[in-house]
């Protein structure tokens, strides 16, 4: 009889049990969703703040501090196309300064995703859809330090006139 009440007893926590791990892991999902969306949110209200923005980064404060060894944080950015016509746009990131003794083609590999695109389509006077997410991978054996990245946009390719000025971007690195 004992036996039994245990045997009932343990399965009752297995499945509450499993049932709260779902809940913890679809909750995340819906947290991402909801963050992705605030960025959006973010990142118009900045836009409607200066109709005459070609770029807004987010944060705001264009300052984004990063532990070494983590990874995939980083900055949106978006683009306005304000022209009068359909117009295709390219941006590149290049590391510009540091506080430290890292060589600027080393701090610009420190960019794994986002640090440049071509062929980006925008209606006249329209913003992107989607905000593009600049990711960093920060190794544990980078020394803590400062680095400014500029953003910079051309009309066309890259080869192309700026569209507006750079846009600078700075990077704390802190220890763990």
Known sequence: MGTMVTIVLLVIVLILGGY???????????????????????????????????????????????????????????IRNVNSEEGTFSYEITAEDSSCDMNLADAENLITLGRERTNIKLPAGTIMDD??????????????????????????????????SPVDVDLEIKSE
């Open 20 to 78: 709260f791990i779902s809940k913890v892991f679809t909750s995340s999902t819906e947290n991402i969703d909801s963050i992705d969306q605030s960025i959006k949110n973010e990142i118009n209200k900045l836009f409607v703040q200066d109709n005459d923005k070609k770029v807004v980064i987010y944060p705001a404060t264009r300052k984004i501090v990063i532990e070494k060894g983590k990874d995939n944080l980083g900055f949106g950015l978006s």
């Open 131 to 164: 905000p593009i997410f600049v990711r960093f991978d920060i190794p544990d054996t980078t020394p803590p330090c400062q680095i400014r990245y500029s953003v910079n946009l051309y009309e066309g390719s890259k080869n192309g006139p700026l569209y507006g």
